[in-house]
């Protein structure tokens, strides 16, 4: 058996049994029975069965190969067995047990909905999807920013130009042979829980946001439920893009960090949100995000902004003006937003940040976090600069902000240099120094416990 599916779906439910044979002679080729074989249709045995006790169908039997019965098997429909079927007690079915390769079965199984099993899926063939497109991945493969300490130059505009501005990720494809009316059932478990379930009507569907590097197992159903084809795929990342739920989104995981990677599926980042009820969906279902912190609210144009989906939590934190550019409350703001995503995650709460456009104050908080958890300066540079792609903003690391500019990460990165010496330290070791520096007699600064539980809760190790 190993190697193969194996399918076993069945049904119980309320019935009665027939006792007596339909007047349409069977279909038999041989069977071997010890006591009673009860049908009150008809009987399709091209090999063999071999019982020792009773058979009772309300149906058809449809044997390919055997059908090995110790004691009793009931079925109200039918029996459609490709290879063999061997037990040694009872079993109870109302509709129908479909078999491509074994089942053996040592006592009784009794079904009250539906148990699909494939025997040995975790060894299917796994076919892998890119789904990063073209241009973030070339960007992302082949730019490193660690050599130039001085924000001279930026690649990302020629990776946009060359592969145009496009800021969501590549489908995972599955198509199949069948009726267009389909049920597509995905699951990291073999055993399909906790499933995300799509439907539609054609042969082919192209499935969004799923995790890289995470195997998953699949099934196609029409209908009737009859299970059409069946396997198991790999998203290739690192990089996660979500499509539809609001321009630039991603989520935080994937990046390397000293000793591991930032998980996915903890923290998002992102434009304004979307009122769409799809966008709605994908956000609380798919992502399972249940935290919606706004960095908006300070502009006069935003006075009004306020929560798009009620059933998540809604937080503001409004940011006044850029890191170190004159008055104001930035710094302390940026570490009320970082103290509640950390407790947010001690709660196990899903968080997705945003301000207007995903870009400058939404990008700031993101490398915040990131350094906290030690991205290289040269992956934070790119992950900044990723929000080009978005096609309305672009965002280059070696851009001088004028006075009436904000959020530029080169005046980001020259106020962090204020928090020690960044000629002998990182740009991690100066933003958690900054962090841990009072620049408020009304906020506490973060301390180091504080960023230790980041780190605890957003790095999985190698």
């Not at 042979?177 to 073999?190: F, H, K, L, N, Q």
């Not at 940026?334 to 990008?363: M, N, P, S, W």
């Not at 100066?430 to 520096?437: D, F, G, H, I, S």
């Amino acid at each position: 058996m190993k190697g193969k599916f194996l399918l076993f779906a069945a049904v119980l439910c309320f019935h009665v049994f027939i006792n007596s044979c339909d007047s349409e002679q069977p279909i038999i080729e041989y069977i071997k029975a010890y006591d009673t074989i009860q049908v009150s249709d008809t009987v399709i045995v091209p090999d063999t069965v071999m019982v020792s006790d009773t058979i009772q169908l309300c149906d058809t039997i449809q044997v390919r190969d055997t059908l090995t019965v110790c004691d009793t098997l009931m079925v109200c429909d039918t029996i459609m067995v490709r290879d063999t079927i061997q037990i040694s007690d009872t079993i109870k079915v109302c509709d129908t047990i479909q078999v491509s390769d074994t089942v053996v079965v040592r006592d009784i199984i009794e079904i009250r909905d539906t148990v699909v099993v494939y025997e040995n899926i975790e060894e299917c063939v796994v076919e892998e999807f890119d789904i990063e497109n073209a241009g973030t991945r070339k960007f992302l493969e082949e730019v490193d920013y660690t050599a130039d300490t001085a924000y001279t130059v930026s690649y990302v505009n020629t990776y946009r130009k060359t592969y145009s501005a496009n800021d969501k990720p590549l489908p995972v494809k599955i198509s199949w042979d069948g009726e267009s009316e389909y049920r597509v059932v995905i699951s990291t478990s073999p055993g399909f829980s906790n499933p995300l379930v799509v439907q539609g009507t054609s042969s082919q569907v192209d499935i969004y946001n799923l995790i890289p590097d995470q195997k998953y197992y699949y099934k196609i159903l029409d209908s009737n439920d009859k299970i059409l084809k069946v396997g198991c795929f790999r998203p290739v990342g690192p990089l996660r893009m979500i499509k539809g739920v609001a321009d630039n989104v991603r989520d935080l995981g994937g990046w390397k960090v000293d000793g591991g990677h930032i998980a996915y599926g903890k923290i998002y980042r992102g434009a304004k949100l979307s009122s769409k009820s799809s966008a709605k969906d994908i956000f609380l279902n798919q992502l399972g995000i249940s935290v919606d912190m706004d960095l908006r609210g300070i502009k006069s144009s935003e006075s009004t902004v306020g929560p798009v989906i009620d059933e998540a939590e809604y937080v503001k934190f409004p940011v006044e003006k850029n890191m170190g550019r004159g008055t104001g409350n930035t710094q302390e703001v940026y570490q009320q937003a970082i103290r509640a995503v950390i407790g947010y995650l001690e709660e196990g709460k899903v968080v997705y940040f945003h301000c207007a456009g995903g870009a400058d104050r939404t990008g700031t908080l993101a490398f915040l976090i990131e350094a906290l958890v030690g991205m290289s300066e040269s992956d934070l540079s790119k992950d900044y600069e990723l929000t080009t792609f978005d096609g309305s903003n672009k965002r280059f690391r070696n851009y001088r902000a004028t006075e009436d500019e904000t959020h530029i990460l080169y005046e980001l990165i020259t106020y962090l240099r204020k928090f020690g010496d960044f000629k002998t330290q990182t740009i991690n070791e100066l933003v958690e120094n900054w962090a841990t520096t009072r620049h408020s007699p009304d906020v506490d600064p973060l301390t180091p416990e504080e960023i230790a539980l980041l780190r605890k809760y957003l790095i999985v190790k190698d």
